[in-house]
T-cell receptor
């Protein structure tokens, strides 16, 4: 049984600070890793994906992957109130058309 | 980028009835996925729908309860049959789309309340 674990939070971060979200996964064969943002009442929105060990940066977002430790994280720099949402970590197999296993999500609140 | 739409966006249904949810994508895709998100929970995959073949159901989900159709490469339906209050959830369809990599995108969801 593949498992993806996240701290459910809530995680409160002051505006302008760095928010750090963490995720661990059980299936060592996992190849693809995704972070989705979900606002209350809305569907998940893809914000980052990463396939290789190391860091991947996109604007204020950085995804970090460590396959040896089976750990993936998301850093949000210069946090804004609009970043307040639930962040879902999802893990998949080989590239393309693979079903994803989702974590339970971390609720992030940015405090003005 | 492709657009994914779902109908209805929300519905309130009586126990024992059935509801069919439609998912339309404006580009052809091989596989479509149906998820359920119960209140306060994460996403659980119900089934994977390929065009021209029977859907593949995940553990805990059966075809009699959640029949799926996939008549072409841009459309799928999920029926929630003989509903009970425990079926109250958000139902989401998703597809893989090629941007810089193949990544999975979600439709807007169908919010179902069963009384």
């Amino acid at each position: 049984q593949k498992e993806v674990e996240q701290n459910s939070g809530p995680l409160s971060v002051p505006e302008g600070a760095i928010a750090s979200l963490n995720c661990t996964y059980s299936d060592r064969g996992s190849q693809s890793f995704f972070w989705y943002r979900q606002y209350s009442g809305k569907s998940p929105e893809l914000i980052m994906f990463i396939y290789s060990n190391g860091d991947k940066e996109d604007g204020r977002f950085t995804a970090q992957l460590n396959k040896a430790s089976q750990y993936v994280s998301l850093l949000i720099r210069d946090s804004q109130p609009s970043d307040s949402a639930t962040y879902l970590c999802a893990v998949g197999g080989n590239f393309g058309n693979e079903k994803l296993t989702f974590g339970t999500g971390t609720r992030l609140t940015i405090i003005p | 980028s492709a657009v994914i739409s779902q109908k209805p966006s929300r519905d309130i249904c009586q126990r024992g009835t059935s509801l069919t949810i439609q998912c339309q994508v404006d580009s052809q895709v091989t596989m479509m996925f149906w998820y359920r998100q119960q209140p306060g929970q994460s996403l659980t995959l119900i089934a994977t729908a390929n065009q021209g073949s029977e859907a593949t159901y995940e553990s805990g989900f059966v075809i009699d309860k959640f029949p799926i159709s996939r008549p072409n490469l841009t459309f799928s339906t999920l029926t929630v049959s003989n509903m009970s209050p425990e079926d109250s959830s958000i139902y989401l369809c998703s597809v893989y789309l090629w941007t810089s990599q193949e990544t999975q995108y979600f439709g807007p969801g169908t919010r179902l309340l069963v009384l």
